[in-house]
């Protein structure tokens, strides 16, 4: 049969509209017939809050508890991690300390090579130290050596007396407040130099060493003269150490080779130490001085001054161990060794010949009795000297 055809809709009239009926789904057609029956019984319906995240559930925030419980907990880590910490902490800035006076050092002596003038280093005293000790340095200074006073003018002279030299040529020469104790003066700009003990006026009295004074010439008239005045601080910026960290004085000091005048050999050297005290109030400060051909030339210290003969240590390492007296057995807290007892600290070996600076690790004294089979040297002192074992061997720590 043929299909059955629509009636076309007559001309000129609007098109029907098919209606569909869209059934709700089962959800929608649930939650309608619970909010119809909540208003049947008078019950108020709420509607459901937006949504703040896109369609997801809000993030849930921590509770004042659980906070304080992981920051208790972060506390407890860190009381626990500090203590393994801190040694190396403290050893990295005895490390950073060494270095620093290493290259202080070195640049003194490029300055006395450059300027042909003697330079050098000035370790100053701590004014409020921590163990109440004030043999020791946190601060370094490059000072320079002025130009030698030879007088007022040209004609400048002095006569000699003994130990007294007195300015006579011209008649009015007074010798100027800038010419103190310890001073250095060379007569006729020849000879040895000999160290000015005192001034008054126009007349300098000359230390009653000996050996120094027997070899000045009997110059029967006036002769000019050279005064060779102590170091003084330039205008460069000094050099503090890191915090907690100093040059120990106490332990620091000369390797004097003595010599025996029958065989001519050296014999067992004798350790000078920079400070003649563990502590009290007044120590000098330290003086280094080089020479223009970069060699040591002076070293000022217990208001004195020497040519070392020997070579010069200075011990880096903690300021709270300096002072602390030696201990009678080795099963003691590093808290209670002193700097020259402990494996972290670092010796600084100066060659006054040459001048070279050095850095070497510390080596820890074993037999702690050995002083008891050599009555003449104390314990402290075999101590430090074997301590320095690794400086006196040249073992240099290099770029570390």
Known sequence: MPARMHPLPPRGSAPSVVK?????????RGEKSVSASLRLRGEKTVSPAPCLHGGKTPRRGLTLVELLV???????????ALPRLRPASDQRRIREAARMVNVFLNRARARAIETGRPCGVLFQPIDNPVNDSTAASA???????????MGGSTDSRVTRSGLRLTATVPSDFMIPDFIQQGDLIQLNHQGPWYEIASVSGGTLFLKNDPPKTSRIPPYPRPVPFSILRRPSATIAAP???????????????????????????????????????????????????????????????????????????????????????????????????????????????LLPQSGLVSVAESAVPTDWYEAQTKPKKPEREVGIDEARSFAKQSQSMGGR
């Open 139 to 149: 601060t370094l200074y490059q000072v320079e050596v002025p130009q030698p006073y």
């Open 20 to 28: 569909k009926s869209v059934s709700a789904s089962p959800r929608l």
């Open 239 to 349: 050099l503090r150490l890191p915090e907690g960290t100093v040059v120990d004085l106490s332990a620091s000091g000369l390797n004097d080779l003595n010599l025996n005048p029958m065989t001519q050999k050296t014999t067992d050297p004798t350790i000078c130490a920079f400070s003649d005290s563990l502590s009290g109030s007044g120590q000098d400060p330290v003086t280094i001085l080089f020479s223009p051909n970069g060699s040591v030339e002076r070293c000022y210290y217990h208001d004195t001054n020497e040519s070392p003969s020997g070579p010069m240590y200075l011990l880096i390492g903690r300021e709270s161990q300096v002072g602390v007296g030696t201990p009678t057995s080795e099963d003691v807290s590093d808290e209670k060794k002193p700097n020259w007892q402990l494996p972290d600290s670092l010796w600084i070996a």
């Open 70 to 80: 992981v920051v208790t907990i972060m506390m407890i880590l860190v009381g626990f």
